[in-house]
C-alpha cells in the first residue's frame, strides 16, 4: 500500500520538480533534450579502459544538479532501482577481461578497469537523463521530441502511457487498500486472488485512462504539441547554453583534458 | 445573435447490439435554459450527456448542437462550444498544476499566452478558486477538484454546459458555491443528477428519465413535487420537500 502510494507520490514529485521556475527549467526543452543526447553519445563512445577521460565529463551532470538546484541525495534516492543496475553492468568483465596492465607501477587486472568505466558511464548517463527529466515536464519534452520529427504516433504514446502509469498506480492502490482492510492481519494480497485483482485492475485502469483521454479531447486536444509553440521561444540564451555545453562535452570527449591538466600542474610543480 | 440550442429528435443508443439503453429519445433545449436531467441510476441520463459531445459514435437518430450534427466531421467545433464537467472530477483532471490544467483547452484552441492567462483568472474568478492556481492537482480536496474541473471547462467560455452529476461528494459549503457558480453562469446549461435538491435550485426544466425514454418534460417545480410520478420511477422528493404537506420552500 506504501509502496504504491509512494510510487504515484514520486512520480508526482518528479513532475512538480520539473514545474519549479528555475533558471535551467526555462532553458528551451530541444536543447536540453540534444544536450542530453549528445552526452549520452559521448559518454558511450569512450574507450572501456578510459576512465580518467570519464571523469572529466562529470562537469555536465555536476553543473546540472547545481544550475537546477537539485539534490544529489534526492537524485539517488529516486534512481536506486537504476543505478545498481547500471553499475553491476561490468561486472563480468572482471572475470572475463583477464588482461593485466600497468597503474602506477602496479600490475592491475584490466577487467576493474572496464567494469570501473561501465559502471561510470552507467551513473553519468543515468544522471543527465535525471537532470533532463527533473528540469523539463512532460508536455515539453514531448514538444521537443516532435520537433526532431519523431512520429506524432510515438510521442501521443509515450505521453499517454505516462499518464497512464499514474492512473494505473492510482487505482491499484485504491484496491490494495480495500483489500486490506477486509483482510486484518493478513500480509501482503493471498495468491489466489492475485487473476481476479489484476483482471480487475485492468478493467479500471482502462475506464479511468478512457475518461482521461475524453477529457483531453473535449478540451480540444489534437493529439500535437504545436500549442507550445507560442510559449516556448528559442531564446539566445537557450542557443549560448546549448553551444557552451556542447563546447564543453566535445572538448573533454575529443581532448584527454585530466592528463594535459595533471601534466601542467606536475610541470608547475617540478 | 447566437442560437445556441441542442435538438435530439428520436435517439437510439446502445453500448451492445439489440440492447438499447437510449430508447427513442427526444428534447429540445434553447439558449439560456437550465435543463436538469433526473433519473434514477441507469436511467441513461450520462449516456445522453455523452452522446450530446460526441463521445460515443454508433447512434441512431438526430443530434444537432447549433443546427450542426453531431458526427466525426463537425466534433472540433461541436466541442468547442461545450463544456462537459465530468462526473469524476479525477478524470478530468491530468495536468500537474490547477493553472495548467485550466490554461490546456485555450492553449489547444491556439490563443496566445496573454489571452490564456486572462482565461485562467477569470475562470479561476468565476469558481472562487483563486486560491488554487499554484497548487498540484494531487494536492487538491475533493471539493477542491470539483471547482477546477468546472474551470477547466468555464476557460473555453462555452456556449453550453453540460455537468454530469455536478454535486456528487460535496459538503454542504462547496455544494452552494457550486450552486452559485451554476446559476451565475448566463448560457444554456444541461445538469444530469439525482440530487433532486439541486436541480430545484438550478433548473428551471426538469426532464425525467427512466430506463431509456423520457417519462416527462416540464417546470422542474411541477416536476419535482410530484410525489407520485417521481417515486413511480425510482426517485423521491427532494429533502427540501420531505416532510412537508406540499409547497415549495422559498431560496
Redesign the interface.
Known amino acids: 500500500m506504501k509502496g504504491i502510494d509512494g510510487a504515484?507520490?514520486e512520480i508526482?514529485g518528479m513532475?512538480?520538480l520539473?514545474?519549479r521556475d528555475k533558471w535551467i527549467n526555462r532553458i528551451h526543452p530541444l536543447v536540453k533534450l540534444l544536450l542530453t543526447l549528445g552526452y549520452i553519445g559521448a559518454v558511450v563512445s569512450f574507450s572501456r579502459y578510459d576512465i580518467i577521460g570519464l571523469i572529466g565529463l562529470a562537469v555536465y551532470p555536476v553543473a546540472g544538479f547545481l544550475l537546477g538546484d537539485l539534490s544529489l541525495k534526492e537524485g539517488c534516492r529516486r534512481m536506486r532501482f537504476v543505478l545498481p543496475l547500471v553499475c553491476l553492468t561490468g561486472l563480468p568483465n572482471l572475470f572475463l577481461d583477464r588482461r593485466q596492465v600497468l597503474f602506477w607501477g602496479v600490475k592491475v587486472g584490466a577487467g576493474l578497469f572496464s567494469m570501473l568505466t561501465l559502471a561510470g558511464k552507467g551513473v553519468l548517463t543515468v544522471f543527465a537523463s535525471y537532470i533532463l527529466i527533473a528540469t523539463t515536464?512532460l508536455d515539453k519534452l514531448c514538444y521537443a521530441l516532435r520537433l526532431l520529427h519523431v512520429p506524432r504516433a510515438l510521442v501521443t504514446q509515450f505521453m499517454l502511457t505516462y499518464?497512464y502509469v499514474t492512473v494505473l498506480l492510482?487505482e491499484a492502490g485504491r484496491m490494495v487498500q480495500a483489500y486490506t482492510l477486509r483482510a486484518p492481519g493478513q500480509k501482503g494480497i493471498r495468491f489466489k486472488v492475485w487473476g481476479s485483482l489484476t483482471g480487475l485492475l485492468l478493467l479500471r485502469g482502462m475506464d479511468?485512462a478512457e475518461?482521461?483521454y475524453?477529457?483531453?479531447?473535449?478540451?480540444?486536444?489534437?493529439t500535437d504539441y504545436?500549442?507550445?509553440k507560442?510559449?516556448v521561444p528559442l531564446r539566445v540564451w537557450d542557443i549560448l547554453y546549448f553551444l557552451f555545453w556542447a563546447g564543453i562535452i566535445a572538448v573533454f570527449s575529443l581532448c584527454p583534458v585530466l592528463p594535459i591538466l595533471g601534466d601542467l600542474i606536475g610541470g608547475i610543480l617540478i | 445573435m447566437s442560437h445556441i440550442r441542442i435538438d435530439v429528435d428520436d435517439l437510439f443508443f446502445g453500448y451492445e447490439k439489440e440492447n438499447d439503453i437510449l430508447k427513442g429519445i427526444s428534447f429540445h433545449a434553447r439558449e439560456s435554459e437550465s435543463v436538469g436531467i433526473i433519473g434514477e441510476n441507469g436511467a441513461g441520463k450520462s449516456t445522453l450527456l455523452k452522446l450530446l459531445v460526441g463521445l460515443y459514435g454508433q447512434y441512431r437518430g438526430c443530434i444537432r448542437i447549433e443546427d450542426i450534427p453531431v458526427e466525426k466531421s463537425t466534433l472540433s467545433v461541436i466541442r468547442s462550444r461545450i463544456g462537459y464537467v465530468f462526473q469524476d472530477s479525477e478524470s478530468q483532471l491530468f495536468m500537474n498544476t490547477v493553472y495548467e490544467d485550466i490554461a490546456f483547452a485555450p492553449r489547444n484552441y491556439g490563443l496566445p499566452e496573454q489571452e490564456v492567462e486572462k482565461r485562467v483568472e477569470r475562470a479561476l474568478k468565476m469558481t472562487g478558486a483563486e486560491r488554487l492556481k499554484e497548487k498540484q492537482i494531487y494536492k487538491l480536496s475533493g471539493g477542491e477538484k470539483k471547482l477546477a474541473a468546472i474551470a477547466t471547462v468555464l476557460s473555453m467560455t462555452p456556449d453550453i454546459l453540460l455537468m454530469d452529476e455536478p454535486s456528487g461528494a460535496l459538503d454542504p459549503q462547496n455544494r452552494r458555491n457550486l450552486i452559485r457558480i451554476l446559476n451565475s453562469f448566463g448560457h444554456l446549461k444541461v445538469i444530469a443528477s439525482h440530487d433532486l435538491d439541486m436541480v430545484l435550485d438550478t433548473c428551471q426544466r426538469a426532464v425525467l428519465m427512466y430506463r431509456g425514454r423520457i417519462v416527462k418534460d416540464g417546470p422542474a417545480e411541477e416536476i419535482l413535487t410530484d410525489r407520485e410520478l417521481l417515486e413511480a420511477h425510482g426517485l423521491e422528493l427532494p429533502l427540501c420537500l420531505q416532510g412537508r404537506s406540499g409547497g415549495l420552500r422559498k431560496t
Do not use: C, D, K
Open positions: 504515484v507520490y508526482h513532475a512538480a520539473a514545474a515536464s499518464r492510482e479511468r475518461n482521461v475524453q477529457s483531453m479531447l473535449l478540451r480540444g486536444w489534437g504545436g500549442y507550445q507560442g510559449r
